[in-house]
């Protein structure tokens, strides 16, 4: 999972570009990179860490020109240790191109072979993302047999990287002395967004948010399979460029992902939450009495609109109980489960007076690895509380995801191969309440009647690309399993993804 961003303008953009990648921190903590472009040559800094640590004044400086990309970088794919594996990437041939990219490749070791035995381009990192800029490269340069670079080049090319390119990537690629490229996936299924500020800029991010949040109005999604040629004078050109495109946005965006003033895909994502929380209301009056529940407490913070829907929807008072520490790092980097756990007590502590005594429902957005769950349900109790119910604003997370969230191996999910009441038990609740997978799609679609579907793989193990087996993802996951797991005692540990409130 990452955030992208580019910009079209009249002025210097690196601040700009600096203020949208804040704006979309939560999408991803381990790297920042900024690329701007003066004239026809490009000005790169990129490097571990939060963007406001990776860019110093000296580093802003250094990046002059008009136009320019951001990503913050959140790895599901490559070496997440390697520094060089920080976006944006750059390629000099044809024409000079840098990319920053959204998602995952599920075909990135059939194209890296195909690139350096057929294309004979190198490949220098294991990063899906630099696979995917040359492939654009190659089809770039095939469009355009050698001559100068014309629309019906760029569009060509695009279309080839869709008839290549499997799996999941929202794109923004700059193309020296040209303009921007903006493209997505045929199935939409990582956002992408277009506008325009009062001075005739235009921008591209992978929410809306960072749009508004920098002055610009949103004008629209871009659409599955389409690209949109950025000219270095703010003219902009669309096409379709896929064969048969639908529409399947990812639903974890809505479920955890996105932040809750963000609009994807025509979709309030505030209000998909609060739409799940009424579903999931239903689902929790059936289980037990609401008399039974003296307070609802959500699990901070994404859960939050979900946690109100439920307590105004079963008549129960809704209380805050947990208070979060916002400087603490994110626990989904740290290394060894007794790391994350211990990290779990350091981000949230109770508030014992709404726990004391009282039978609780906490609220949480979804359940993942499950030791955050376990953690904090065992806080409850050592707050006194009688009797804690805990309630998922998503179903059972059960499936690898292979299209850029970091959920990537059976083994680390809780409720793979296990029942509710098996979860149950490893979480220590006294019930626990999942949301229905269909009554969630119903909730989220009703935003958006124009939607095919969603991509929600996590939850029923149907791969929207059509393209991935299960020795697929076991080879995609092989880099990426971990010793230290094998140390938990069954439950593994939950995704925390940064907070949404905490950028």
Known sequence: MCGIVGVVSTQPVNQLIYDALLLLQHRGQDAAGIVTQLGHKFFMHKARGMVRDVFRTRNMRALPGNCGLGQVRYPTAGNANSEEEAQPFYVNAPFGVVLAHNGNLTNAQQLRQELVQTDHRHINTESDSEVLLNVLAHELGRASQGGALQ????????????????????????????????????????????????????????????????GHRFERDVAPGEAIWV???GQLHARQCADAPRHHPCIFEFVYLARPDSVIDGISVYQ???????????????????SEIDAVIPIPESSRPAAMEVARLIGRPYREGFVKNRYVGRTFIMPGQAVR?????????????????????????SIVRGTTSREIVQMAREAGARKVYLASAAPPVRYPNVYGIDMPTQQELVAHGR???????????????????????????????HLQGFEASCFDGHYITGDVTPEQV????????????????GGGSRLTLPSVQEV
């Not at 921007?180 to 990582?190: A, S, T």
């Not at 239903?282 to 609401?290: A, D, I, L, N, Q």
């Open 419 to 449: 029942s509710v009441e098996e979860v149950r038990q490893l979480i220590g609740c006294d019930a626990l309440i999942y949301q229905d997978l269909e009554a969630m799609k119903r909730a989220v679609a009703a935003l958006n009647p």
């Open 231 to 233: 000219t270095l004078d």
């Open 341 to 365: 756990k211990k990290s779990v007590r350091q981000k949230l502590n109770v508030i014992a007076s709404e726990f004391a005594g009282r039978n609780v429902l906490l609220v949480d957005d």
């Open 272 to 290: 998909a939450r609060l739409n799940m929380g009424q579903a999931l209301a239903t689902r929790v009056v059936s289980t037990m009495p609401p």
């Open 151 to 214: 629309l019906e080049s760029i569009f060509a090319a695009v279309a080839a990287v869709h008839r290549r390119v499997r799996g999941s990537y929202a794109v923004v690629a700059l193309i020296a002395g040209h303009g921007m490229l903006v493209f997505r996936d045929p199935y939409g299924i990582r956002p992408l967004c277009i506008g325009r500020g009062p001075d005739g800029t235009v921008m591209a991010a992978s929410e809306s948010v960072a749009l508004e949040g920098t």
């Open 474 to 489: 076991e080879a995609m996951n092989a880099p990426r399993c971990m010793p230290a797991l094998e140390e938990d005692d």
